[in-house]
């Protein structure tokens, strides 16, 4: 009858399908796959870590640069300073030495 050739055709044609697939693509067994999807799932976070890492030591090194301009305004600051009391301090001193001791 014609419903039996169809579902044997079907049948058979599954089979050829099945086994020439089979032969392209050997079935990969269950525990390959998991160990695989296991270390993509390591590298993954492993990545993250690393980009978290790299995102914190970035900016430990914007913190060292703020603070290295600051010391280095402190220093130019010092310096001036230090320069401004050179120049002044000849000045301070005739000035004293001018003043009536009577003032």
């Not at 993954?44 to 870590?49: G, K």
């Not at 913190?63 to 050179?86: H, V």
Request: net charge positive.
């Amino acid at each position: 009858s014609t419903p039996m050739k169809i579902a044997l055709s079907r049948c058979l044609l599954s089979a050829v399908l099945a086994s020439t697939s089979a032969l392209i693509s050997p079935p990969v067994p269950r525990w390959t796959t998991t160990r695989l999807a296991a270390s993509r799932n390591e590298k993954a976070q492993e990545i993250v870590r690393l980009d978290n890492e790299i995102r914190d030591r970035e900016k430990k090194l914007d913190e060292l640069a703020a603070i290295k301009k600051q010391k280095e305004e402190a220093l130019a600051n010092l310096s001036t300073n230090s320069l401004q009391n050179k120049l002044l301090n000849p000045m301070l001193r005739t000035k004293a030495s001018r003043k009536d001791p009577r003032d």
